[in-house]
């Protein structure tokens, strides 16, 4: 007969064991929930950051292109505009050179029309310079002392003078006329005219002043008291003197105090001007009077 064994559980010892089982599986499943909360909101912060950023970025870039767009609608404004400024340009350009052009021919005219002026000038003054030697000789016999190797060799040089003027070519003629007229500018000339009755006419520019002088002092003293009465002259004072049929006596007080005043008048300047004499000769007397100063 075979025996029965009883078998006895203690419930309580496992039920403990089980609350430890569920209660240690409670305790990971809220650790790993936990950790899957802490990573997903470590996640949406960090998605939210990307977005954030995102959109930052995303407004930035609207800020670069729009700007960018202002920045090409201005260029393209200012090409449009230096392309009318270009046209304008261009027309304006033309315009001026053809003015320019029309300028360029009426100045090559009126040089053309100067330079046959001026060569029919130089031909007359060729023509003029021709003159035959029983006109000349009197008038440059016509000195004081015409006889004396001084005298005669001056007269020979003004023959040459002519002459070569004379068979000159125009450039010539028109740089001897450009040189008297530069000689001009930088000085003053004085024409001193012992009339025929012996009344001295000094012509200063305009003005014209009539004086009589019987000797060198009184000639000294009233050609100097002229002076005194006009402007401060030119570096250079060139005093040409001619007569008429005058007498000897008071051509010779001219030709005795030109030295004598042209000295004093240089020192009165203090050296600043100088002054020359040359004796012309016997000139016919002109009989216009007008603008004369008594």
Do not use: C
Not at 54 to 82: P, V
Not at 183 to 212: A, P, V
């Amino acid at each position: 007969m075979i025996s029965r064994r009883r078998l006895t559980f203690q419930l309580t010892p496992l039920l403990d064991l089980l609350l430890i089982v569920i209660f240690a599986q409670f305790m990971d499943t809220q650790e790993t929930t936990a950790r899957i909360e802490q990573r997903a909101a470590t996640e949406v912060q960090q998605a939210e950051q990307k977005a954030k950023k995102y959109s930052e970025d995303s407004e930035s870039a609207h800020q670069r292109i729009k700007k960018l767009s202002e920045l090409n609608a201005q260029a393209m404004r200012e090409t449009a505009r230096a392309q009318e400024q270009s046209l304008k340009t261009l027309k304006l350009s033309r315009t001026s050179q053809q003015i320019l052009k029309k300028e360029n021919r009426e100045l090559s005219e009126q040089l053309k029309g100067v330079q046959e002026q001026r060569d029919r000038v130089a031909a007359l003054a060729q023509q003029l310079f021709q003159l035959p030697d029983q006109i000349l000789d009197p008038v440059l016999k016509s000195k004081a002392d015409p006889n004396t190797e001084k005298t005669k060799a001056e007269l020979e040089r003004i023959k040459k003078q002519l002459r070569e003027l004379a068979g000159a070519k125009a450039e010539d003629i028109v740089k001897h006329f450009l040189t008297y007229d530069e000689l001009t500018k930088r000085s003053d000339i004085w024409e001193l005219y012992l009339t025929e009755n012996g009344i001295f006419r000094l012509t200063i520019g305009k003005q014209t002043t009539d004086f009589r002088a019987d000797s060198i002092p009184s000639f000294v003293d009233r050609f100097y008291a002229i002076y005194k009465t006009v402007p401060q002259p030119k570096s250079l004072v060139i005093i040409l003197f001619s007569y008429g049929d005058a007498k000897a006596s008071v051509r010779f007080a001219a030709t005795q105090g030109l030295p004598a005043v042209a000295e004093r008048m240089r020192a009165d300047s203090n050296g600043r001007t100088r002054f020359e004499y040359a004796v012309i000769g016997f000139a016919p007397e002109k009989r216009d009077t007008a603008n004369i100063k008594r």
